[in-house]
């Protein structure tokens, strides 16, 4: 059975659908303020696992990935270009669309705007008012959250130890830590009418209404970074909730990726674009060290560690090559080992799953050594359904025909490793030994690894 930390919770649950067969996700995606870092990009690939691991045990699954295409930095950057907000945000809502793609992210079943839902903010909030957990001051809207007596369940923190904002006296709450649903408008600012005037969505209104639009009332799984437990979340809960929904049965939050100890965001300086990431290794290596972690764990990014990573990918590919080269077919999925789906399982435990995909890679090279294609191309076959399901199988059509920065580096690559090779089988001929070593001795120093088999001489990189 299939156990996931729920963060509201704080246990590891068995996961029991809401409709035996089908599950309904919801994921907090991108606020398209600027292009994407890898950190941002984290939280999308680990919701990929989940949902192609969710696949994998036959269910039906929903998926949904926001776009907050409206916030104030969108407007800050929008006005420092001198253009509107939708240029910023649609600019990067592409950049983020490519990134995901890149990456080999299964695109979503929906991916809504905010923009796109004003009216179902509209009823949600006016649903709130008739209830009285919100309320209107100068045609803003405000969650009272002293009126909803679970707040905090969340995040675990007691609403008298949370700090208010230091502009909130002035603002016309009725308590310091209410929190708003829509934003009356300003000057110079985009706005859309509503029965309390000309105003923006709040942050967390739009979550809520577009969860339920698409995922009902009531659904499965909500996940997101963990940087948006508080308070995003917890409000999202509050409004949600006391509104009548009963909202998300599961919590899942990611961890962030560090750089020198410190969550990666443009504030600090160390933010790494997916856009130049892949230009130093492929993006099927990036997305391979990014799955890597377990999603709970802060992932430190390195450039060595990265290259660390791809190298032991490789390793992979390189054993998928020799395999099948051995069947002298293409290989097909096979079976997974129960090891594998039990650490899957367990949390989506994918370190331990990747362990599995090692260790099942080194006894098909112990087989190939031996003679033994059978059995290798077994274990190759069940290292492919492995692979498939963290979304790294370089056999998948993605992969092998979507075009990567270093297609021309590849075969640049090729060539001259195919004049190396001949002018080494040359200098073998003539019985040149000391020249066809120092032709393997020179492209081995240049991370190219000859390995003689009696159909000639195979290469792999690192």
Not at 2 to 23: I, K, Q, S
Not at 316 to 340: H, K, M, N, W
Not at 384 to 399: F, T
Not at 407 to 433: E, H, I, T
Request: charge should be negative; proline fraction near 5%.
């Amino acid at each position: 059975m299939l156990n996931l930390y729920d963060t509201h919770t704080r246990t590891l649950r068995p996961f029991e659908p809401l409709v035996a067969g089908r599950v309904g996700i919801y994921v907090c995606g991108a606020t398209v303020q600027a292009p994407p870092h890898v950190g941002h990009i984290r939280s999308g690939l680990s919701f990929d696992i989940l949902r192609r691991w969710l696949m994998a045990l036959n269910f039906d699954v929903t998926y949904i990935r926001n776009v907050t295409d409206i916030d104030d930095k969108i407007i800050h950057n929008a006005s420092h270009e001198d253009v509107p907000y939708w240029v910023v945000a649609m600019r990067n809502e592409r950049a983020f669309t490519w990134a995901y793609d890149v990456l080999g992210c299964l695109p979503p079943t929906y991916e809504p705007r905010a923009t796109g839902h004003i009216p179902e903010m509209v009823a949600l909030m006016q649903r709130l008012i008739d209830s009285g957990y919100a309320y209107e001051v100068n045609g803003t809207v405000w969650f009272s959250v002293r009126s909803w007596k679970s707040y905090g369940s969340l995040s675990g923190q007691r609403l008298d130890d949370i700090m208010p904002s230091a502009d909130a006296a002035t603002l016309g709450k009725r308590d310091l830590h209410d929190f708003a649903l829509w934003k009356a408008a300003k000057t110079d600012e985009p706005y859309w009418d509503t029965p309390w005037g000309p105003g923006r969505p709040g942050w967390h209104i739009e979550c809520s209404a577009m969860a339920t639009k698409y995922l009902g009332a009531e659904f499965d799984i909500h996940g997101g970074g963990i940087d948006l437990v508080f308070p995003h979340h917890e409000n999202e809960i509050a409004q949600s909730c006391s509104a009548g929904d009963a909202y998300a049965r599961y919590w899942l939050h990611n961890a962030w990726v560090t750089t020198s100890g410190e969550k990666m965001s443009k504030s600090l300086g160390n933010s790494l674009l997916v856009s130049e990431v892949v230009k130093r290794v492929r993006p099927i290596e990036l997305r391979y060290y990014l799955g890597s972690a377990h999603y709970r764990s802060m992932l430190e990014f390195s450039y060595d560690a990265l290259e660390e990573s791809a190298v032991g990918f490789r390793r992979v590919e390189a054993f998928l090559g020799r395999a099948t080269e051995a069947a002298g077919r293409q290989l097909v999925t096979g079976v997974r080992p129960e090891i594998f789906d039990a650490s899957m399982n367990d949390d989506l435990g994918v370190p331990g799953a990747i362990a599995v995909v090692h260790d099942t890679v080194r006894a098909g090279n112990a087989a190939l050594a031996e003679g033994d294609t059978t059995t290798a191309v077994a274990a190759a076959e069940s290292v492919i359904a492995m692979l498939d399901v963290l979304g790294v199988n370089p056999y998948a059509s993605h992969w092998s025909t979507s075009a990567t920065a270093d297609d021309s580096r590849d075969k640049a690559l090729g060539v001259l490793v195919a004049g190396a090779l001949q002018a080494r089988s040359d200098a073998r001929a003539n019985k040149d030994f000391a020249a066809a070593d120092a032709v393997r001795d020179q492209l081995a120093e240049a991370g190219v690894v000859i390995e003689d088999t009696p159909a000639g001489p195979r290469w792999t990189v690192g």
